[in-house]
């Protein structure tokens, strides 16, 4: 008889156990997701990976739904906890230009964030990802941005967005990068990043 090449499914219990077999679970979800998606991903293989029962997939989560929903959430809160406003900036226009550089290279580092963000926007409707957690994570974020800028939330929201769309273009869409600056994706996007830092300094009004 053939030994299975995969670790030995884990059944944990007690608080410690199960945080840890819950991140084991996040852990190997956002890799099998980042690679295949939702619809293509495969409890089964994150089972396999984590070394957790797979039944645990359904009693943490509820569904592989469930599961990829958690995935985004726990990489969205690790970017907004990693990537703060800066505190320092003696300027609007130098806050908003060293936040895009912030955001821009957490996704150098972590691309596979917007892998999962692109496969959330292709498999599911955009009120999916509206969930209360991370909806409430972002107005906090719009709520900091307006108190630092002294603007109205409403003011704030759309420039935020607009930040956070600078920063992000140049990784999700390498090959365009590379398309329009005729150079290799990893120069471009470096390039792309470089004019969003100083784009982003130029749209934010200055403080009152």
Same mark, same amino acid.
């Given at each position: ?65 469930? /599961? ?24 609007? #226009?130098? /806050? ?8 821009? #290279? ?53 420039? /935020?967005? #607009? ?46």
């Amino acid at each position: 008889m053939v030994a299975s090449r995969c670790p030995a499914p884990l059944d944990f219990g007690g608080m410690a156990d199960t945080t840890a077999t819950r991140r084991a679970l996040l852990d190997a979800g956002r890799a099998e997701f980042v690679r295949h998606g939702l619809a293509g991903g495969r409890t089964d293989r994150i089972a396999a990976l984590s070394g957790v029962n797979k039944q645990r997939i359904y009693a943490y989560f509820g569904s592989k739904e469930g /599961l990829f929903t958690a995935v985004i959430t726990d990489a969205l809160n690790d970017l907004l906890e990693v990537v703060p406003l800066p505190e320092d900036a003696g300027s609007a #226009g130098e /806050l908003a230009s060293r936040y895009v550089e912030a955001v821009s #290279g957490y996704h150098r580092a972590h691309p596979d964030l917007l892998r999962l963000l692109q496969w959330e926007a292709l498999e599911l409707p955009p009120e999916h990802g509206r969930t209360a957690e991370r909806a409430a994570k972002y107005r906090g974020k719009v709520d900091g941005l307006a108190r630092r800028l002294g603007i109205p939330p409403d003011q704030a929201a759309p420039l /935020l967005f #607009g930040l956070v769309g600078l920063a992000a273009w140049p990784h999700a869409v390498p090959q365009l990068a590379a398309l329009v600056f005729g150079e290799d994706a990893a120069t471009a996007s470096g390039r792309a990043s470089a004019w969003a830092k100083e784009a982003a300094a130029a749209i934010v009004p200055e403080r009152p």
